[in-house]
């Protein structure tokens, strides 16, 4: 696939915000600081359509995103950075919970794990969420350049094995230097229809 324009349509911080058109949607989410916002930039071949940050926990909204007049990337909140309060947690839960359950039109959710990382608790709730409410979903794991070539399927493995999850759901990816973006976005032209 081929990405032509990308642009940022709208944000929701709350239930009644959420788009419910016929809008095909792909959902980004993983905990703060695992490279979310990017990735979506890399993947668009864009610097700052999705607002990058040092500070973990910046995304507090859905923030949808335009692609090729054709299809919305929806960059959601990062969970696992409690600086900001619990009752702003349980609120973007909430709101992410509605998002996940309410979008007519998500074709898949993309799971960013950092390969670095064993998965944590909250990495496993979501896939439980996801698995519970029979949303589909794939894991990427992200910041592959940051590691040896070698050590990546390694790394897949491990990710597999905590979550409980075939390796083959697990997309490596890097926003550095591009690895796996190709395979990411024909995957996604493979759902579009």
């Not at 009644?16 to 979310?36: C, H, M, P, W």
């Not at 979903?137 to 409980?164: H, R, W, Y």
């Not at 083959?168 to 024909?186: A, D, H, W």
């Amino acid at each position: 696939m081929n990405i032509k324009n990308a642009r940022y349509l709208t944000s929701a911080v709350k239930e009644e915000q959420i788009l419910k058109d016929e809008a095909v949607e792909f959902a980004f989410v993983g905990r703060s600081n695992v490279g979310k916002s990017s990735l979506i930039n890399a993947l668009v071949g864009q610097k700052s359509l999705a607002k990058t940050s040092s500070t973990p926990g910046l995304t507090k909204m859905i923030n949808y995103f335009v692609v090729n007049e054709q299809f919305r990337i929806v960059d959601l909140p990062g969970y696992g950075y409690a600086k900001t309060g619990q009752k702003h947690i349980a609120n973007w839960a909430g709101l992410m919970e509605k998002y996940l359950t309410m979008s007519p039109n998500l074709k898949t959710v993309f799971v960013l794990l950092d390969c670095r990382h064993k998965p944590n608790e909250l990495d496993k709730m979501m896939l439980e969420f996801l698995q519970t409410y029979q949303i589909p979903f794939m894991l990427i794991a992200t910041k592959v350049d940051k590691i040896a070539k070698s050590k990546l399927p390694q790394a897949c493995n491990q990710i597999a094995k905590e979550l409980g999850v075939r390796k083959e759901i697990i997309m490596p990816f890097s926003s550095e230097n591009g690895i796996g973006k190709e395979n990411l976005l024909n995957y996604i032209e493979s759902l579009i229809g």
